[in-house]
């Protein structure tokens, strides 16, 4: 059975560092997602990464897979009070379908001043 | 039009009531989802359905029950349900479950006294 396990699952930041999340699984897989939400909202798609050395940047968020390593990365470039948000990653085992989809349990972003 | 709508965006039900939400697309979809989302969780599969047939039920219990009348449209009809059914519930589509991503929809805060 396929897990999903994000590190740390609780993140305060002050604006203007840099800090990594982690997302490690446990099984075979070639598409691992990111999703950002925000309270009482639904998920926004941020990152498709679809084979090994992928890596994908958008703002100040990049991510990229190792899947080798069975490892994620979505590391965040001088944080902004905006970035803040629960941020999900989510993987579909290897030759599974879109109904696998497997969640993390998310990482609870909080930016300070 | 490239968006996954749900309505309504908030229910209140009794536990006697019965109620429906209601999720649309108009990608031409031919995979539709639906997740349950408690308060500070990931979100939970409930139910998958492939080209109109329902190809998943994840041990989903009875008081909520699927529809998907056609290819745009999806519901989830509610019945007798227990006030820990309070969640926020997705409706998500993608072009095929082997796609690559699921578009998510607002969602619907479901609130049960």
């Known amino acids: 059975e396929l897990k999903v396990e994000q590190n740390p699952l609780f993140l305060s930041m002050q604006e203007g560092k840099n800090y990594t999340i982690y997302c490690n699984y446990s099984?075979?897989?070639?598409?691992l997602y990111w999703y950002r939400q925000d309270p009482g909202k639904s998920l926004e798609s941020l990152f498709v990464?679809?084979?090994?050395?992928a890596v994908k940047q958008e703002g100040r968020l990049m991510a990229s897979l190792d899947t080798k390593a069975r490892l994620s990365t979505l590391h965040i470039t001088a944080a902004v009070h905006d970035l803040s948000a629960t941020y999900f990653c989510?993987?579909?085992?290897?030759?599974?379908?879109?109904?696998?989809?497997?969640f993390g349990k998310g990482t609870k972003l909080s930016v300070k001043p | 039009d490239t968006e996954v709508t749900q309505t309504p965006k908030h229910l209140v039900m009794g536990m006697t009531n019965k109620k429906s939400l209601k999720c649309e697309q108009h990608?031409?979809?031919?995979?539709m989802y639906w997740y349950k989302q408690k308060a500070k969780k990931p979100p939970e599969l409930m139910f998958v359905?492939?080209?109109?047939?329902?190809?998943i039920n994840e041990s989903v219990p009875s008081r909520f029950s699927p529809e998907c009348p056609n290819s745009s449209l999806l519901n989830l009809h509610l019945h007798a349900l227990q006030p820990e059914d309070s969640a926020l519930y997705l409706c998500?589509?993608?072009?095929?479950?082997?796609?690559?991503?699921?578009?998510f929809g607002p969602g619907t805060r479901l609130t049960v006294t």
């Open positions: 998500a589509s993608s072009l095929t479950d082997r796609a690559y991503e699921q578009y």
């Open positions: 990464l679809l084979s090994n050395g």
């Open positions: 990608m031409g979809h031919r995979a």
């Open positions: 989510a993987v579909v085992p290897y030759g599974g379908s879109q109904g696998n989809l497997i």
């Open positions: 099984t075979t897989s070639d598409r």
């Open positions: 359905y492939s080209y109109e047939k329902l190809s």
